[in-house]
């Protein structure tokens, strides 16, 4: 199978010269040239053959005053080979498909094979054009067929291991392998190596339970999520979530789901020689839906899987899940690295986000788990954001390292920014950053009001993340289902487990208060420096773990050391680019979210 190119693994290099060879002539004088159909890399990619024979699905967006030309524009492609889909009425869209070679005599352009970091994709040679009589026509989204998103969960080095006798790991009650901590500082390693000298040390935590993740948020007992209504969107289904997530809630003391509480939406044409196949994807449902489940175990969780991780699939599918207006939050833990859309791919998504809004829907993405992907992590060259985190129409998510006390009490807490040294002599890992939540300043949009207004920072762009919770997977959550190979337990992290959590507080907020708002991040920041929000700043800490990033290093033993600035993001008093505002808090935070926005 072809590679495609993972959006978000690897940022873009600067390739071969020659990558401007064998274009198709320019558009006919005729024509209308569509200038944000196609993306920037390609001036810099290297080219391959050209692609002719492959199925691409994309979007024709329309001018929201001109749906009225939608039978005319339909009647043009279907004129030339293309199957054409019902309009998508509420963001303007029409839904086409077709082989890459009758798209591209449609459009003016040719396709090929495209090779940027070691990765493929198929895109245009160049902009799309249009005949100038369909003047509805403002711009074409997904015609770049890649495996454009990818899940940020983030799984730790020390998952929990069989104990004596036992052939499957223990449930989460007892996952103890000898060396992982129940909490913070419950063990500590007598072989911490003294160069690294913090003032907070734990054995990475085995992870926590359903319970423990409301204690993160201190989310009073009388507030369960009944009458929340939350959404999850991610690539393809795996129909087991619902008893694999029974059978350790029960075995962890918690709630399982009640009979139809949780409903699951399986894509209708899954295509599973893409994107890593479903058992890619499916530790991220199981991640998502469990810690939902534990935040708010009365709430309602719809599952809603694409077809696959293209820009157009996941899209489109939050679009359904907008329409089916079944909704109060909507959860993506997915990403991409921001400059590799294209301009008419993020005007669907924002088309997609304001309607939305409209509805009082609100929805969070994830900012992943590469910091700000520059050179120092493992990127090839410069800092970068997440889309669709980036979009100023959706809140975007980042993540802590967070320590809980036995008695359920936030011990410790800072940025999730780690930096990796040996156990053994407290040596730097090269290159030193290991993972961290992502976050900086966007290329392509502009700050947001409630940005500009509110906070003292340079640049003129919008600025990520929002907000956020726990993700760091030394501080993990232990999830049930597929790992290696097998449904066991095992602890995961990253922004995918900031992100349903976040979504969480706020439909927890919604259910309880009743108020009624769409984008939530206006809301968040209006809490800015209040009790409802929970302030995040550096600490002196680090786990101690008997593995390492390297499953074949010499000297497995690793310390993780917390938000010392590996790359360039570190978290700080107010807002900063590891936490946003920080993590929304308790009575404060559920009883407040929106009362702001209500004036």
Known sequence: MQTRLVIGALALAVLVPGALLARPA?????????????????????????????????????????TDAAPDVAAWLRGAGLQVD??????????VSGPADRVGDAFGTSFASWTTAGATAVAPDRALSVPRALDAVVGVAGVVDADGMRPTVAGP????????????????????????????????????????????RS??????????????????????????????????DDPDVEANT?????????????????????????????????????????????AVHAMAPDA?????????????????????????????????????????????????????????????????????????HSDFGDHDEGADVTSPASSPYITAVGATSTGLAADGSVAVEAGWETETRFARNGALIPPGFAYGAGGGESDVYDRPTWQRQLLD?????????????????????????????????????????????????????KAATGVEVGLATPALYDLLGTDAIRDVTPASAATWSPKGPDAGALWPETVFVWDTKPQSLQSAPGWDDVTGVGVPDGRAFIEGFGKESDR
Do not use: K
């Open 157 to 200: 080095t020390d998952d929990p291991t069989p104990g004596p006798g036992e052939t499957d790991a223990r449930p989460p009650v007892l996952a103890d392998d000898g060396q992982c901590a129940a909490y913070w500082s419950e063990r500590v390693t007598d072989a911490w190596p003294a160069s690294v000298d913090v003032t907070h």
């Open 86 to 95: 019902d309009l998508r009425e509420s963001v303007a869209v029409l839904p």
């Open 26 to 66: 320019p558009p006919a004088a005729d024509t209308r040239t569509l200038s944000d159909s196609v993306p920037t890399w390609v001036a810099h990619a290297e080219r391959g053959a050209p692609v002719t024979t492959d199925t691409l699905d994309f979007s024709v967006l329309l001018d929201p005053a001109r």
């Open 203 to 236: 054995n990475a935590l085995c992870g926590y339970q359903p319970q423990q993740l409301r204690a993160i948020h201190h989310v009073p007992a009388e507030y369960t999520g009944e009458g929340a209504r939350i959404a999850i969107v991610a690539a393809y």
């Open 300 to 372: 309602s969780v719809a599952y809603w899987g694409a077809d696959d991780c293209s820009t157009t699939a996941l899209f489109t599918r939050i679009l359904d899940v907008v329409e089916d207006d079944q909704a109060d939050v909507i959860s993506l833990s997915f990403g991409s690295t921001e400059d590799l859309d294209t301009a008419d791919d993020r005007a669907l998504l924002n088309r997609v986000l304001v309607e939305a809004a409209s509805r009082g829907i609100s929805v969070f993405a994830s900012s992943g788990n590469d910091g700000d």
């Open 457 to 509: 920072e340079p640049g003129t762009g919008r600025l990520v993340p929002d907000v956020a919770s726990i993700g760091d997977p030394n501080t993990g959550f232990v999830v049930h289902g597929p790992h290696n190979g097998r449904v066991e337990y095992a602890t995961h992290g990253g922004t995918s487990l900031a992100t349903p959590m976040v979504a969480s507080m706020v439909a927890l907020a």
């Open 246 to 290: 029974n059978t350790y809630f029960r075995a962890a003391g918690a709630q399982p789901f009640r009979t139809g509480q949780y409903q699951h939406h399986a894509p209708a044409s899954p295509d599973v020689d893409r994107c890593g196949g479903p058992q890619s994807w499916t530790e991220e449902q199981h991640l998502d839906v469990q």
